[in-house]
């Protein structure tokens, strides 16, 4: 296996050929921003968190999907990125409905937490205030569509590891939405093994156990690691 | 040293924000020798928003004619206008009928559909003010100096944003000490 070796924020890497910008940096323990990145399922470049700059391509560019290439050089925190991060950030809230007084994972939600560590304590849009539905048809779980941001974790989660494929996109754009089966209520669509694979992934409170009231959200992210590292490398234990 | 002229306002909120302000407890005696309360629902009995407010903090968004007409004399008259808590700064839970479609779907359910006797939509123009379309967050209709977000923000917040205030300096609302929403 060939090795490349490029420069990130000034610190030389070397790392196999293949791998993404994202894995780069990490493993030269640069932290990146990630909001639809999930360890342990395919990354698919939905919410451009990660954003970051090349130099010799002027395209700001998803860590999580680029590949490194010989002698390139990346930052990942300019103030072009930190502003561009915090917009991002902004729009996601302004894009649904996100009343977090009133959401199961207040306190304990990723996009909360992008909110605070891009500094936004506001957003410049104009809220689209969407008319979107909730599910729960389903016997112990739900979603509340007001608070996807279409990351497609659950899509990913639920078809990669736990090998039922309930979840998929609808539609495009600004009426795009998650759909259980063919458009069913979450409840009939008999490909679901109610496994909660998809309520641990979800990083806002959008999925979620019913019964779960404000702020009382917990997830149990390890497990999904740990699953998809019991599959890839045989270690059965936690 | 002269006193801050103080002012605390309340737009489309629960009250909530303000419950919280006064659970700033004995620190409200100290923040009285730097402060003259000039408006507030908590803390004067003044109906006219002053001329000269030097810090004013503004609970709930913008949801009615009074509350848009009194933003922009807000806006006129003071220096520093502080967006106090989630209504104010995201339109919060008031905001949820926005998703509802403008006013008339929600006042019809309210006053029409659920009402058990003598069913009527209230109309009174100068008495009973008229419900906007939306309801706005306040940056939404005014510029805002400081954004304080929070469901509502607790007291040792309010405390962090406001003591800064009275030494004429700009609070730091970073992290997630001044940063939480709901
Ligand atoms: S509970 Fe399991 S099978 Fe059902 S949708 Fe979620 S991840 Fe898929
Ligand atoms: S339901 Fe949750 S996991 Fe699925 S796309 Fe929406 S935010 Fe992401
Ligand atoms: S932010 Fe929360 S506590 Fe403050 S007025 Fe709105 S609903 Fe009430
Ligand atoms: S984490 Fe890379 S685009 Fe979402």
Redesign the interface.
Known sequence: MSVRTLTIDGQPVAIAEGATILEAAKEAGIHIPTLCFLEGVSAVAACRMCLVEVEGISKLLPACVTQVAEEMVVHTNTPKLQEYRRMTVELLFAEGNHVCSICVANGNCELQDAAIKVGMDHTRFPYRFPNRSVDVSHPQFGIDHNRCILCTRCVRVCDEIEGAHVWDVAQRGTAAYIVSGLNQPWGEVDACTSCGKCVDACPTGAIFRKGTTTAEKQRDRAKLEFLVNAREKHEWTR | MSKIKFATVWLAGCSGCHMSFLDLDEWLIELAEYVEVVYSPVGSDLKEYPEGVDVCLVEGGVANEDNLELIHLIRKRTKTLV?FG?CA?????P??R????GSEPVLRRGYLELADETPQLPYAPGIVPELLD?VL?V??VVP?DI???G?PPDAHRIKATIEPLLKGEKPK????D?????
């Not at chain 2, 700064?89 to 839970?93: K, P």
């Not at chain 2, 001044?178 to 709901?182: A, P, Q």
């Open positions: 967006s989630d700064v995201t339109a919060n839970v905001a949820m926005n998703m509802l479609g939306r967050p940056h939404e805002v954004y304080m977000p469901c609302m970073e992290g997630r001044m940063i939480k929403f709901g």
